[in-house]
Nanobody
Framework: QVRLVESGGGSVQAGGSLRLSCTAS????????MGWFRQAPGKEREVVAS???????YYADSVKGRFTISQDNAKNTLYLQMNTLKPEDTAMYYC?????????????????WGQGTQVTVSS
């Protein structure tokens, strides 16, 4: 069983920055899918960004140009640098991973999930 542990959430004012981290209990080398999802109260969980094989990136339109996903295989860790945060970015953020999927953009593409870390952006 793979374990994903997120950290780095918190409360910031609009325009601020946060960096989320997610450490996996399994090597992240090779054709692994890793991603960040978020779920705001009363809304469905949505993809924020994903990374395939360490270099193929995908970003939701709402975060393009503000968020950056990256991966450090030496540390088995996925990051999400979030800049110019907006109140609408407030949500529980989840890390996800899968070692067999090829698409890496929907919830169904990921078999392993972290427990979530809260991000709150105030105006």
């Amino acid at each position: 069983q793979v374990r994903l542990v997120e950290s780095g959430g918190g409360s910031v004012q609009a325009g601020g920055s946060l960096r989320l981290s997610c450490t996996a209990s399994r090597d992240t080398y090779g054709s692994v899918c890793m991603g960040w999802f978020r779920q705001a109260p009363g809304k469905e969980r949505e993809v924020v960004a994903s990374l395939k094989s360490g270099f193929i990136t995908y970003y939701a339109d709402s975060v393009k140009g503000r968020f950056t996903i990256s991966q450090d295989n030496a540390k088995n860790t996925l990051y999400l640098q979030m800049n110019t945060l907006k109140p609408e970015d407030t949500a529980m953020y989840y890390c996800a991973a899968d070692w067999t999927s090829t698409w890496c953009r929907t919830e169904g593409d990921f078999n392993y999930w972290g427990q979530g870390t809260q991000v709150t952006v105030s105006s």
